[in-house]
């Protein structure tokens, strides 16, 4: 299946903000405030099961997308990415990156919880892009969320949302990224992404996600 052709899930943006009530741009990480706008989610029928193509060119429409940072020795460390050339995301190459996301799928529950289809996800990307040293990711700690991400300023952030989460690991945790030939990564000093040039190499989500970590 291509990848655009791949059934996500989306929101209207006029549902997702309440009719622009709720709208922000950057980061918001006031667990009332952060409540106010997830509650969206909850609502009857409010997500959307749509082609990804279709939903890229809509900006009337959100992409919710978990965006997970991945950290170690209670937040010490933190696993720092760069998408290499060969990738299938060619707007991101080279970039790096401290969050790893993607689009949600719906998943066939009996009884719907927005937070079951976010966790579901949450680890579902985690396991696509990263080798835990644990046997399944149900040894790991729950990633938590700390804040969302919104970016009307370019024409991709137009159409999405991230869900800024964190995931900390226990003391020396070994992590290592699945597909080489794409991604290289590593473990650095979560204060060190703070300072130049590394913070301004950092994709836009990854720089506001600095901020809270």
């Known amino acids: 299946m291509k990848k655009l052709d791949e059934m996500i899930l989306a929101i209207d ?98 009884s719907y919880a927005w937070e079951d289809t976010l966790r579901y996800n949450m680890l579902k990307e985690l396991d696509e892009e990263l080798y835990f040293e644990v046997g399944t990711l149900n040894d790991i700690p729950k990633p938590r969320v700390i804040g969302l991400i919104n970016d009307d300023k370019n024409e991709v952030g137009k159409v999405h949302i991230g869900i800024l989460a964190v995931l900390d690991l226990p003391y020396d945790f070994k992590v290592e990224v699945r597909e080489t030939d794409k991604l290289e990564g590593y473990w650095v000093r979560t204060d060190c992404l703070r300072d130049s040039p590394l913070f301004e190499s950092l994709e836009t989500w990854s720089q506001y996600a600095v901020e809270v970590i």
Do not use: W
Request: no cysteine; net charge positive.
């Open 13 to 110: 943006r006029s549902v997702l903000f309440n009719e622009e009530k709720l709208a922000f741009q950057g980061l918001k990480t006031d667990p009332f405030e952060i409540l106010d706008i997830t509650s969206t989610f909850r609502k009857d029928k409010a997500l959307k099961v749509v082609r990804r193509g279709d939903a890229e060119e809509d900006q009337t429409m959100k992409q919710p997308i978990p965006y997970v940072v991945v950290t170690r020795n209670q937040g010490s460390e933190t696993f720092l990415y760069k998408r290499l050339n060969k990738g299938n995301e060619t707007r991101l190459h080279d970039q790096l990156s401290i969050g790893v996301g993607g689009h949600m799928n719906h998943i066939d529950i009996s």
